[in-house]
């Protein structure tokens, strides 16, 4: 049974129901469960990410058996999902793990302030409703599952003449659900994961969908269905299977970057020569297809089924490498002459990184800024007691370092309260 100390509401208090806020409530209960504790989240819906983003043809960019949780392993056939999919999946695993009547949806936390002498942390919050009533909350422990960007504001990429286009301007964030690109011309700016996701989403019903790109990518297409993972359920009881597939995923990221890391060469002749035998025939490699880092040095690009590669083929979409010079009221004018003419242009460019959720933090009242702060062990900030956030790893699955840091959590929590310290600290030596 979860108590909590007389003097605060919470034990502790999460903030955010995305893969990372739900994955610290299941291991909160699972191993701390004389702690209270409630989620905070400030959207209407569980899910994070995949509750705010809407644009069509939204999936993941890792593997479900590995960005899914470990507690509840994704049973599903495909590797990689569609957004309703994920979100549907999340929303079960909350109802399932009896995580859901802890929640506060709508919640916001706008500031938060230590206090030394009662080691509790006072939060400010905006609830929803029809007068946003600002509420106050006293606890022991803060864990942020915020994520890394803003929900509120997208990244805006400088691009000269961008306001006098006369068409639709749409950033990917924020997708209007009415609008309507049938037969028009898009052009898709950028050459992340959502580039190209969006570029075989919606060449079935546009005219054609070019991806504008400064450089290229590295693409790394996948069956929609793996023939081994296949061969292990029809073999295989269904628990053992399931580890058993989840266990070949994590591997076989974990092999991939390795050797990236160690025979870079190596891998991107393989990735460039796989790249060229999905293209059209008679087109080159380059400007469009050939990177200028080696693999994994950002991330890349998944293409399940080939997806990306068809629409090319079939001549429904093309890829065009350049620096914008300007844009006017319909067009958009390379450095090197060559012009685009769409009637919708989507700024896929990116998320504005946001540390804690744009949490105005404070110790003793005394306001301090987050990214100014060292981290321990990618949990904890330099001087900021019984605070705890979460980040994934950028070469696998988000969810293994977002689980990894939650047992991490659990670890120290059991250890304060089992020895009845007030708080825990990190500090530079």
């Known amino acids: 049974m979860a108590t909590r100390r007389q003097d605060a509401d919470y034990d502790v208090v999460i903030v955010g ?16 469960p004389e702690l209270s504790y409630c989620i905070l989240e400030g959207r209407h819906q569980v899910g994070g990410t995949w509750s705010l983003f809407q644009y069509p043809g939204i999936r993941s960019d890792s593997d479900l058996y590995t960005f899914g949780f470990p507690w509840r392993p994704w049973e599903e056939k495909q590797p990689i999902a569609r957004g309703p999919l994920v979100l549907n999946y999340l929303e079960a695993s909350v109802a399932e793990a009896g995580i859901d009547n802890k929640i506060k949806f709508n919640h916001r936390v706008d500031s938060m302030d230590w206090s030394s002498a009662s080691s509790t942390w006072t939060l400010n919050v905006t609830a929803g409703g029809a007068d946003n009533e600002v509420v106050s909350m006293r606890v022991r422990f803060v864990l942020l599952g915020t994520g890394y960007y803003d929900y509120d504001e997208p990244l805006e990429a400088r691009i000269p003449g961008i306001d006098t286009f006369r068409g639709a301007v749409v950033h990917p964030q924020f997708w209007p659900r009415d609008l309507d690109y049938t037969g028009k011309n898009v052009v898709v700016i950028g050459s992340g994961a959502t580039a190209v996701t969006l570029l075989p989403s919606m060449a079935d019903k546009a005219a054609h969908t070019t991806m504008l790109q400064r ?14 993972d296949k061969a292990a359920r029809l ?6 299977a399931r ?24 891998v991107r002749a393989v990735i460039l020569w796989r790249t060229s035998r999905e293209l059209p025939s008679g087109t080159g ?14 991330r890349m690009c998944i293409c399940p089924g080939g997806d990306f590669f068809r629409c090319l083929r079939a001549g429904k979409a093309s890829v065009e490498t350049g620096v914008i010079e300007q844009v006017t009221e319909n067009t958009i004018r390379l450095q090197s002459g060559r012009e685009l003419h769409p009637d919708i242009i989507v700024t896929a460019t990116g998320p504005k990184v946001r540390l804690a959720g744009g949490i105005d933090v404070s110790l003793d009242g005394r306001p301090v800024r987050v990214p100014d702060c060292y ?17 994934g790893y950028f070469d696998t699955s988000w969810t293994l370092g977002a689980d990894a840091t939650a047992q991490l959590v659990c670890r120290l929590l059991n250890r304060v309260t089992r020895h009845g310290f007030a708080h825990i600290v990190p500090r530079l030596g």
């Not at 990372?20 to 409530?25: P, R, V």
């Not at 490699?285 to 950002?298: A, D, G, I, L, S």
């Open 17 to 32: 129901a995305g893969i990372s806020g739900i994955n610290f409530a299941y291991r909160l209960q699972e191993r701390n």
């Open 215 to 228: 450089s290229p990518t590295n693409f790394l297409a996948l069956p929609k269905n793996d023939p081994l």
């Open 235 to 240: 073999l295989l009881p269904g628990a053992l």
């Open 243 to 266: 580890r058993l597939i989840r266990f070949r995923w994590i591997m076989s990221a974990f092999l991939l970057a390795t050797v990236c890391r160690w025979f870079p060469r190596l």
């Open 285 to 298: 490699m380059k400007p469009h297809f050939t990177p200028r880092y080696n693999p994994w040095e950002q």
């Open 375 to 391: 981290s321990w062990k990618g949990c904890m900030l330099e001087n900021l007691p019984n605070l705890f956030y979460s980040m």
